[in-house]
């Protein structure tokens, strides 16, 4: 009797199944094919291609030349400007990032509270993410700090004040993970008599890691990309003395300026390894402090 | 009663005080844009210039290296408004496929595209560089336009497909029953039901091309296709005192239709930018 009754049903699912989600798997093709496209000709042919590069000497104009390892042993053993950039990005990126997070998640929590005035604070804050980026600010930037950008440190300092200006956009993010942790929590904490900075601690900080790592992910790959205040700044030449020279302008000088492309490849991929060591290294760390409610992930 | 009022207005002074040195960049150059070029450098932190002087604009009326300001202003909206569309198009095609189709490679596919959002864009520069000369179109505003066409924005893939993931799936199976296909149920029941999205996406891709600088530096070389974040960098080479005015006033200019997007669409754009950090 079972058995009769069991038979047809999932037949019928199956063949709902199938034309719910089958009808055509080329149509699922059809929708992604401009992004296929993209992500063959734009992305990965032109890693390989870059990687290619990098073993030549290759002026855009005649054909590459193979050197082997050449590109990357000068690059680490021979010119000073190379590791002159690497110190200046290691730099900002050590510095600007965690200020700017600091920065975020202090205004974050300031600013959620209970208010009309919530929104346009909040606006207002992010108002210079949207800005900063452009050159008028880069411009504002030279003209302001004209007699920091000088001196070697303080011409760094003012890009790194830049980057932290921006802080609205990762606030942004911080205050909408704060307004997702249940207020019970703050209520049960309230009630055993923890303090502020206890409360933080023991609620804030866990519950807002999941969003603290991914800003600070987000952020440090961004950081390691900045180029258009340091080349505003110094008129492309990262002046004075290689304070200024971010990677990436060093990177797009010898490319676009000295049309070294090789050699500018070879930069690219150590980049592009820099950048993937450190998002790994940041996923590993924080197996040891991002704590994510149910572990669902 | 008293002391919870007194602790409110506390905290707008202490948010407002905070707010004072943070805004104060940007009202200080739509101030300086009004000083006369010579006291832009001399005292370059203060606000109010010694008089108003509306020369700094007035010569933007004319020309920057032969080609009518007017002009960069033409390209830039062109090179943002071209973008916008592009992104729009190609980003909600491809996240439709990954938020709401089967197929095969999705998982794989899906990963690999969150991959290309973290992709640093100086390891293919020069690659792609080499693509866009070789096919001549190097000094066009192709190079800039076509990447979004092919949909390279990841995270705007991204963004559209946590808003897709968020419509009920009966809307999709009842369009289904009714006989649409998956193109006529992208069309007519998923892209208006994610318009937040699509403008989202639309405006920041806009805002973003516009203040973009590096793939511009590259790709354009005649001062004709200049754009605006060209046309000012040819003000910093020079040393003049006297072209700090002008400067600083295309650098205002530069930032108005920033600010009136953000103005009309303040909400959308920073509930947009924050979801898309919290279900990743």
């Known amino acids: ?297 | 009663m008293n002391a919870a009022r007194l602790r409110t207005a506390g905290w707008h002074l202490f948010v407002l005080l905070l707010l004072t040195p943070l805004l104060y960049p940007i009202v200080w150059l739509a101030a300086a844009s009004f000083k006369p070029g010579s006291e832009v450098l001399e005292q370059s932190l203060s606000l109010l210039p010694s008089h108003f002087v509306f020369d700094n604009y007035r010569e933007l009326g004319g020309e920057l290296a032969g080609v009518p300001v007017w002009r960069f202003f033409a390209n830039s909206i062109l090179v943002a408004g071209g973008s916008a569309l592009a992104n729009v198009l190609s980003c909600s095609l491809a996240a439709y496929a990954f938020a709401r189709l089967r197929f095969r490679l999705r998982g794989p596919l899906f990963a690999f595209m969150l991959a290309t959002i973290m992709l640093p864009a100086h390891a293919v520069l020069i690659p792609q560089y080499t693509i866009f000369q070789r096919l001549g179109m190097v000094d066009t505003f192709w190079p800039l336009i076509l990447p979004k066409l092919l949909a390279t924005d990841a995270f705007f893939i991204f963004l559209m497909v946590q808003f897709m993931r968020n419509i009920p799936r009966e809307l999709d199976e009842a369009a289904r029953l009714d006989g649409c296909g998956s193109i006529r149920i992208f069309g007519a029941v998923i892209l208006p039901l994610v318009r937040p999205a699509l403008v989202t996406t639309a405006i920041f891709t806009f805002i973003w091309t516009w203040n973009d600088f590096l793939s511009q530096l590259i790709y354009l070389s005649d001062p004709e296709k200049y754009t605006l974040p060209l046309a000012l960098r040819l003000f910093i080479d020079t040393t003049d005192q006297a072209s700090y005015g002008p400067m600083l006033a295309l650098s205002a200019l530069a930032l108005v239709p920033i600010l009136l997007f953000f103005a009309a669409f303040q909400r959308l754009l920073v509930e947009g930018f924050a979801t898309s950090g919290l279900k990743g």
């Open chain 1, 1 to 297: 009797m079972t058995t009769v009754l069991d038979r047809p049903v999932p037949a019928v699912t199956a063949a709902s199944g199938r034309r719910r989600y089958g009808e055509r798997p080329s149509v699922a093709y059809l929708f992604l094919s401009p992004w296929v496209v993209g992500a063959l000709l734009l992305t990965l042919g032109p890693m390989a291609a870059s990687l290619y590069l990098s073993f030549t000497d290759y002026d855009l104009f005649t054909a590459p030349e193979w050197v082997g390892w050449d590109n990357y042993v000068r690059a680490l053993t021979v010119d000073p400007h190379f590791w002159n950039a690497v110190e200046a990005t290691g730099k900002f990126v050590l510095i600007s990032v965690p200020v700017q997070l600091a920065a975020a998640l202090g205004v974050a929590m300031l600013i959620n509270r209970r208010s009309r005035a919530q929104g346009t604070y909040r606006s207002a804050f992010y108002a210079p993410s949207l800005l900063g980026a452009s050159v008028s600010v880069a411009v504002v930037w030279r003209v302001i700090f004209n007699d920091w950008i000088g001196t070697p440190e303080r011409a760094l300092l003012a890009l790194v004040l830049l980057s932290v200006w921006q802080f609205g956009a990762p606030m942004v993010i911080f205050l909408a993970g704060l307004q997702q942790i249940p207020s019970e929590y703050y209520d049960a904490a309230a009630v055993d008599g923890a303090g502020p900075w206890r409360t933080f601690r023991s609620i804030t900080l866990p519950m807002l890691s999941p969003v603290i790592f991914f800003n600070l992910v987000y952020d440090t790959i961004r950081a390691f990309q900045v180029f258009t205040g340091a080349y505003v700044v110094s008129n492309g030449t990262g002046r004075p003395s290689d304070s200024t020279l971010f990677y990436t302008l060093y990177l797009y000088e010898k490319g676009f300026v000295e049309f070294k492309m090789g050699y500018a490849s070879a930069m690219g991929w150590m980049l592009l390894v820099a950048v993937a060591a450190v998002t790994a290294l940041l996923f590993r760390l924080s197996r040891n402090w991002v704590f994510y409610a149910g572990d669902e992930s």
